[in-house]
């Protein structure tokens, strides 16, 4: 079992910055690719950014050039940055640990932090 708590979330003004963390426990996560989703109210939940066991990275189009992933497995730990925050941004995000092992995938949920951007 993994353990997944977010922290980080808040208001901020459109145009500032949040940075989200992640923090793991029960399970070592350097063999798990590690995921930021939102969901926003009425609205499904995307994939935000994710960030593979090799460091391989990928973004939502909207996000990009604006969020950066990162991740510390020494320390258990994943992160997002987001710079030049928009009210569209505005949703709860979610932490994700996900492996394929074999036959078997292990994927794993935070409970979510709020992130509200509004002046």
């Known amino acids: 079992q993994v353990q997944l708590v977010e922290s980080g979330g808040g208001l901020v003004q459109p145009g500032g910055s949040l940075r989200l963390s992640c923090a793991a426990s029960?399970?070592?996560?350097?063999?798990?690719?590690m995921g930021w989703y939102r969901q926003a109210p009425g609205k499904q939940r995307e994939l935000v950014a994710t960030?593979?066991?090799?460091?391989?990275?990928n973004y939502v189009d909207s996000v990009k050039g604006r969020f950066t992933i990162s991740r510390d497995n020494a320390k258990n730990m994943a992160y997002l940055q987001m710079n030049s925050l928009k009210p569209e941004d505005t949703a709860v995000y979610y932490c994700?640990?996900?492996?394929?092992?074999?036959?078997?995938?292990?994927?794993?949920w935070g409970q979510g932090t709020q992130v509200t951007v509004s002046s």
């Open positions: 029960g399970r070592f996560l350097s063999g798990y690719a």
């Open positions: 994700n640990a996900r492996k394929q092992q074999a036959t078997t995938t292990y994927n794993y």
């Open positions: 960030i593979t066991s090799g460091g391989s990275i």
